[in-house]
């Protein structure tokens, strides 16, 4: 069965741009959380959703939003880039979320540059 | 001081050798995570644990709740076990925290 599929693997950004991503769970996973990881911060959460509702939220400003579709598919959107959003996002899928007993399945991630 | 500590931050070993990585957290949780991260990104769900103890292969993790701290342990340690390993617990409102992360080498 398929893993889940992030797109795009790398990017490259202007200070000033938006930029999505997607995200593709496993077959029959109805949660998508998503992280940001830095050298410096490590991994963070970002947001998870669960059956296009998002279910909960890290600390991240508003220019951060995502969103799930009703197959499951999840974007997030990063609005306005700052050089500090240079990151590896990273996806997750699980049937019930990261919050239950369910193993967490993750992404190869995106690696974003901004510039 | 962050919520989740991982000790060490970096750790050599020789193919063989049994290897403890340490987590310990600050926050009420309902549950921990152990993920192995590979150069390139991908993250590998090791364990999740809520109480006691689950071996997998090689790999043995125990959480005390009482005393907030888990370990990592494996046993017979191999060069291909080189990864990043990363705690994570599950927080009171249901997000993950996540410690910085223990980066291990097993030299053959």
């Known amino acids: 069965k398929a893993g889940v599929t992030q797109t795009p693997r790398y990017l490259i950004k202007t200070r000033g741009q938006q930029v999505t991503l997607s995200c593709s769970p496993i077959s029959g996973h109805r949660s998508v959380s998503w992280y940001q990881q830095t050298p410096g911060q490590g991994l963070q959460f970002l947001f998870e959703?669960?059956?296009?509702?998002?279910?909960n939220k890290g600390n991240f400003p508003g220019r951060f939003s995502g969103r799930q579709f009703s197959n499951s598919r999840s974007e997030m959107n990063v609005s306005t880039l700052e050089l500090g959003d240079s990151a590896l996002y990273l996806c997750?899928?699980?049937?019930?979320?990261?919050?239950?007993?369910?193993?967490?399945?993750f992404g190869e991630g995106s690696w974003l540059t901004v510039v | 001081k962050n919520e989740v500590e991982q000790s060490p931050q970096n750790l050599t070993a020789q193919e063989g050798e049994f290897i403890t990585i340490n987590c310990s957290y600050s926050?009420?949780?309902?549950?921990l995570h152990w993920l192995q991260q590979h150069p390139g990104g991908g993250i590998v769900s090791l364990f999740m644990l809520s109480s006691g103890k689950k071996k997998h292969g090689r790999l043995i993790a125990t959480i005390n709740i009482q005393e907030k701290h888990s370990s990592l342990h494996i046993t017979a340690s191999h060069p291909r076990d080189s990864a990043v390993y990363i705690c994570a617990v599950r927080g009171s409102q249901g997000n993950l925290i996540f410690g910085k992360g223990t980066k291990l080498s097993v030299k053959p």
């Open positions: 959703y669960f059956s296009e509702t998002q279910r």
């Open positions: 926050v009420g949780i309902s549950a």
């Open positions: 997750a899928s699980s049937l019930d979320g990261p919050t239950s007993g369910n193993t967490i399945y």
